[in-house]
């Protein structure tokens, strides 16, 4: 009888599950589990204890009695009827609490706290990165999955195969990006982001402090020229000029290994790309070296997520995240040499977070001792918290998650971005054309400096003064996250 009440409870929550997953605007591969894996496996253990229980009880009332076992239910009897009451109430009881608890796992699996929380270590550093993230209250199921009935079924393997590879210990660390099985950009992104609509110039302000004695401040206010993909809207240019629908940008991600090229799973090399314009005419553009047959590779069509590879899990390099707690007043800008210890002790190498954290904070209570700075004691204790934050929110030592394990090709700060076919290389093979190198095709530097220098506005642009000198070369040859 037991055995039969689990069963049909295991049997009410499989069609009220499936009923809820079929009717889901965005299929959830581990609400799949439950429905699919979950309750058909409690259906067929009930099933399994009925069948048990039979055998059990023929087996005791054949040696005691040696007849046949009879289930016989006497209304007429008060033990009868208060038995079968107890029964009826129970099952029903049980039922009931099946049909809620069913529903709210429903919803639980539809949470990005289960997404980020259930399989904590595996997955803590995405889930503390999205919450600081833009899309922090988008639900993780509309970006990795979507609506659609193919992507639905995709979604229930993929899950499954993680909940295995998480129980069996076989996930890598860190976890690899760009995610493979991703869907195309156009079928969820765009589900919000109106790719017709004509951005146009957008105003930005960057804070940045040398890693000198003083922490000397330099601002670049510049116009980032977004632009626009739709010329009923606006016209066709800026950055998103890539994603206008008659322009077809495709490359093939490879790097040179041992003299031969090879698949670049990170995208961060690409030796060839092709560009199809509207009236049909084929550009093709070649780094020095690549004379591969491109039909060997794959040819990737550009979409948002090559250059927006980061839009909901970023994590901030350690000298970005400090110039940021300086701007906004979190550190103390007048500590000598605080930049460059902060980022400095940032940047060791940790095995894990406990001893990161402490000593993060003996390093700097050292780098500050009392009897030499007295009167800042409170300082340096509200940097030492601060420091600590950046290191909980973008190192993962359990994961081998990092910053610096997951490049961002929305800029060229850190990681060759833009420069991975704007670095002047990339030629047609009679040499005549070749991607632009240009600084201010993207943006135009208005201001820099710091002072009376930000007042000093250049609508036309100015030429970019480097602190410290002129240089040469991407900003990522030098700037690697660290000092």
Sequence with gaps: MT???????????????????????????????????????FLFLGLLLTVLGMWWERRRRSRQAGGPVQLVIDLSRARDRKRLAWFVGGAAGFLLLSAVGSYQTYHFTESTQFCGQVCHTVMEPQWVTYQQGPHARVACVE??????????????LS????????????????????????????????????PQKFIGNLDRTFHYFLADETNTPFVVRMTLKVGGGDPRHGPVEGIHWHVHPTNLVQYIAARLEDGKWVPDPTRQSIPW???????????EYRKP???EDPSKFEIRTMDCMDCHNRPAHQYQAPSKAVDRALALGRIDPTLPWIKSNAVYVLTLDYTNRTGALET????????????TYPDRQKSIREAIAVVQEIYRNSFFPDMRASWDKYPVNSSHMFWPGCFRCHEGEHSTPDGKQTIVKDCNACHSILAQGYG????????????????????????????????
Excluded: M
Aim: glycine content about 14%; hydrophobic content about 40%; some cysteine.
């Design 3 to 41: 055995g039969l009440v689990i069963a049909g409870g295991a049997l009410f929550s499989f069609l009220l599950l499936f009923v809820l997953d079929s009717l889901a605007r965005f299929g959830n591969p581990y609400l799949g589990i439950l429905t699919y894996l979950v309750a058909p496996g």
């Design 143 to 156: 970006c990795h999955i979507g609506p659609g009935a193919t992507w639905f079924v995709k979604s229930k």
């Design 159 to 194: 899950g499954t195969y993680q909940v295995y590879a998480t129980l069996a210990d076989k996930y890598p660390r860190p976890i690899p990006t760009p995610i493979k099985n991703l869907r195309p950009a156009r079928e969820t992104c765009e589900q919000c982001h109106w």
């Design 273 to 283: 790309v092709r560009f199809v314009d509207g009236q049909g005419v084929v550009t």
């Design 289 to 291: 070296g690549f004379g």
């Design 360 to 371: 993060i904070a003996t390093f700097l209570a050292a780098a500050y001792p009392r009897d």
């Design 452 to 483: 009376e220098a930000l007042k000093r506005l250049t609508p036309e642009g100015q030429p970019f003064e480097h602190p410290g000198g002129e240089v040469d070369g991407g900003c990522y040859d030098c700037h690697t996250g660290g000092l």
